[in-house]
């Protein structure tokens, strides 16, 4: 069970209290300290380090602490100037059970071994007190945002609970940003989904939020982690299942924007464990939007009007399995997979006009669209994990297989001069596509760890990822005044195949300076093999190392408050999102497309920040800096003024636009957030942030230099009531942002819900509503370039409610946690390109 930081620092902070004068009138001190104790904390399920439990010496008999100490971050305690003798020996911490035992000390240090502290359900027969976590933790490396603490997840997906976890955006067409960039990896479990990474707006609704446990946000990942995502990393805890015994869950939700089913069973039984979840659910959601651009040619202007509505509407489907064999001490074997399916539609209609001082295509028309997307993902992961005697020594070795396909396509009706649409037999021009990104990816990973005494690490690792994927798509047009059937349009088709292989290899060594300051150094090195084929085209193939160095100092100025700084080196890859060279003409005046030819992005990171803890209170300030050089943009061009070599199947036209990625920027990012975490009363949880940016981007190519503020606050509170009910609320605002050709929108969020615990605890229903005082938000974005200006309008209908009921049976409890595969080096994550 992963508990917070502040929790522990609090814990402390009151023993070092009750070890004032009372204390010492008490106990007598003895006449000689020359021994020291020495040991180590850890989760007896996952071995992972419990940071800053508390460690006390107790006398032979009664509970009056000698003295005391916290682990550090890494679950090491040392008690010095200690007097000889037989004394006892206890560690616990707010969420596990205690453990005491019989310690003698002598001269000199004494080595007492590892602590391992259950989980609260495991110390069922124990009488300890357990405290709940709050919403939001504050760690030095990173911000926990506990999702299963916060009552208005119920019956939400993943979409909902990255909405709210700090640092985070998401805007209401679901694409989500971390400190203002799109540019980050999203891991489930530390380990990738192919689905997220081909995908990741549509994928995150198919993760319910009620098997969500909690979200890390990782800012300056450590040169273990690929080196991929410049902004950082964003880690979905998923929930566990027990030590020993049967246990799970059932679930189900209904609301107005989406419903769904959720159920997870699991159970453990002497050296073998299982755990399995089965998830449906459908979203529905409607949109309307508008534009108007003006475009300047030497010809004289030319202003587009376009508005329409939407409605987009689908479904998933998620399961699960994992299986794991303990033969032996020291020893483990694990196999888990996943398969993942989505599907859905949006429909569209769009009325166009176009008015210029010269003839145009298309002056007036209106399209009835609609939109088709799916995407499978089937992944299996075999693990073998071999552990030592000596605490936190390890060796792993992992693969997996990961098949990750999708399908795209549109049908259009076009209505030329007529402002609403008409019967489809009236149709001027009809147009269909249909499209597919076949993609399988096969990973090796090997990792070490070895310790040195008790603040000295190494850790070794090697990895190899091939990754194939693709784009194959067809498009079939019609004229009914010409023909009465479809025609293959041989021309606009598209053939790609497209291959990635990383090799890396990594080093990481830690270690402590004195009592106060300990720091990590490492480095990582990639090298990137990569091969594009065109069936029409020529192709390339071309390969480069990259070195990516990694550190970070810690400084205590006490057990709980610290200074940290960091700085890493990472890499961004493009994938099939960026690359695929499908021209999607759903929409005659704004052409989109990727570009296969463009080249990896590289960020420099640099962060300081102070955490500190005041009884209940934990703070968490940082300023950070970071650079991109080369950077990947979106940019849009008119056809007859473009940025870019066209494809040779757009013909330049002074009224269409064109979209698509270019190497055109390099931006730096000036960041300072705050994020505090508070109990005012034991019963009121209260976590808030702001994050304000300074933000400049430069581009050559583009002529361009845009450089301003933006801010964001996120807010989150619950407060326990009598009787089980638990009332929660939770709010994200955010002003507009600069972008290399205008400005992107502002954002406003809030949420609200009640819950009441029924049936022993073991039952839930939830009442949630978002943003119920206004029924769409306005996401407005401005584009301006030499050659025209454009200001666009997108509404997203966020007034919802929603009603949940799960029930829970079974032990409640925590599952032993495995190695796990991270393929965060790449990418991706928007729009399917034609999809």
């Not at 990393?233 to 020993?244: E, M, S, Y």
């Not at 089937?378 to 693990?383: C, D, K, M, Q, S």
């Not at 690359?579 to 960020?603: H, Q, V």
Request: proline share 5%; glycine share 10%; net charge positive.
């Amino acid at each position: 069970m992963k508990t917070t930081t502040h929790w522990r620092l609090a814990a402390l902070l009151l023993l070092l209290l009750c070890l004032r004068g009372p204390v010492a009138a008490q106990v007598p001190t003895p006449p000689a300290a020359t021994g020291s104790l020495t040991g180590t904390v850890l989760d007896s399920l996952s071995r992972q380090p419990v940071a800053y439990a508390t460690v006390v010496l107790l006398p032979p008999t009664g509970d009056k602490p000698i003295t005391g100490v916290a682990a550090d971050d890494q679950g090491h305690f040392n008690l010095p100037k200690l007097a000889a003798g037989a004394f006892r020996l206890r560690a616990s911490y707010v969420g596990y059970g205690t453990r005491t035992r019989s310690v003698t000390v002598g001269v000199g240090p004494t080595a007492v071994g590892t602590f391992l502290l259950p989980t609260a359900a495991q110390a069922l027969g124990e009488a300890i007190i357990v405290g709940q976590k709050p919403v939001v933790e504050v760690r030095p490396d990173r911000l926990v945002y506990n999702a299963d603490q916060d009552v208005s997840n119920a019956g939400g997906t993943a979409q909902d609970v990255l909405r709210k976890a700090p640092l985070l955006a998401v805007d209401g067409d679901g694409n989500v940003k971390m400190r203002g960039s799109a540019n980050f990896k999203v891991l489930v479990n530390n380990k990738p989904s192919p689905t997220l990474a081909s995908n990741l707006a549509e994928a995150l609704k198919s993760i319910p939020a009620d098997q969500i446990k909690s979200v890390e946000v990782i800012t300056t990942p450590s040169a273990k982690y690929d080196g991929e995502g410049t902004a950082g990393i964003i880690n979905i805890i998923l929930k566990k299942g027990v030590d020993q015994g049967v246990n799970g869950r059932i679930g189900a939700s209904s609301g107005n924007r989406n419903s769904n089913f959720n159920s997870a069973l699991n159970f453990r039984k002497g050296k073998f464990g299982f755990t399995s979840s089965a998830n449906a659910g459908a979203w529905y959601n409607p949109g309307d939007f508008s534009r108007e651009r003006i475009n300047y040619t030497s010809l004289g202007n030319d202003t587009l009007r376009q508005s329409g509505g939407s409605y987009n509407k689908g479904a998933w489907q998620y399961g699960t399995i994992g299986l794991d064999y303990d033969p032996a001490e020291y020893h483990s074997f694990s196999l888990a997979g996943s398969i993942n399916h989505y599907g859905g539609n949006t429909t569209q209609d769009l009325f166009s006009q176009d008015r210029a001082a010269f003839p145009v295509s298309n002056p007036l028309y209106t399209r009835a669209t609609k939109n088709i997307f799916s995407g499978l993902n089937v992944e299996g992961t075999g693990t073998y994990t071999r552990t030592f005697k000596q605490a936190r020594k390890e060796w792993s070795v992992l693969g997996q297989y990961a098949l990750n396909t999708g399908t795209f396509g549109y049908d259009f009706d076009q209505y030329t001069n007529s402002a609403i649409p008409l019967e489809q037999s009236q149709a001027s021009y009809r147009e269909r596509s249909r499209g597919r990104t076949p993609g399988h990816t096969f990973t090796f990973q090997t990792d070490f760890t070895q310790p040195f005494g008790d603040k000295k690490t190494l850790e070794l690792g090697l990895k190899a990822i091939f990754r194939s994927t693709g784009s194959i798509a067809d498009v079939d047009t019609l004229y009914p005044a010409l023909s009465s059937d479809f025609t293959r349009s041989a021309r606009r088709s598209t053939n790609f195949n497209y291959s990635q292989d990383v090799q890396a290899a990594y080093a990481t060594y830690g270690f402590g300076v004195g009592k106060k300051l300990s720091a990590s150094l490492g480095g990582r090195v990639e090298r990137t093999g990569l091969a594009a084929d065109f069936v029409n085209n020529p192709g390339f193939t071309r390969s480069y190392v990259t070195p990516l160095p990694n550190g970070n100092a810690r400084y205590a100025f006490s057990e709980v408050t610290s200074l940290r700084l960091a700085y890493s080196r990472r890499i961004t890859r493009p994938y099939i999102d960026y690359l695929n060279p499908f021209i999607d003409r759903s929409d005659a005046k704004n052409i989109s497309y990727g570009n296969p030819n463009l080249d990896p992005e590289l960020t420099d990171s640099y962060e300081l920040s102070y955490n500190t803890s005041i009884k209940t209170m934990s703070l968490n300030a940082s300023l950070s800096v970071r650079h991109t050089g080369n950077a990947i943009e979106q940019v849009r061009f008119l056809t007859t003024n473009p940025l870019v070599a066209l494809p040779e199947t757009i013909v330049p036209d002074p009224s269409v636009t064109v979209q698509t990625f270019a190497n055109v920027a390099a931006n730096t990012y000036y960041q300072f957030n705050v994020y505090l975490s508070a109990k005012p009363l034991p019963k009121w949880d209260l976590s808030a942030g702001p994050d304000v940016q300074y933000i400049v981007r430069r581009s050559v190519a583009l002529n361009a230099e845009r450089q301003g503020f933006t801010a964001g606050i996120n807010g989150n509170t619950s407060y326990k009531l009598n009787k089980g009910f638990t009332v929660q609320g939770f709010v994200y605002a955010s002003l507009p942002t600069p972008e290399i050709q205008g400005t992107g929108p502002a954002n406003l969020y809030y949420q609200m819900g009640v819950k009441k615990s029924l049936l022993k605890e073991k039952a839930d229903l939830v009442l949630n509503f978002g943003s119920p005082f206004n029924a769409y938000w306005p996401y407005r974005t401005t584009t301006t370039t030499q050659y025209f200006t454009e200001r666009s309008e997108s509404r997203s209908y966020q007034r919802a409610f929603r009603f949940s009921f799960s029930y829970r049976f079974g032990q409640a409890g925590q599952a032993k946690q495995r190695k796990s595969i991270n393929n965060d080096d790449t990418k991706g994550g928007g729009s399917k390109q034609g999809g």
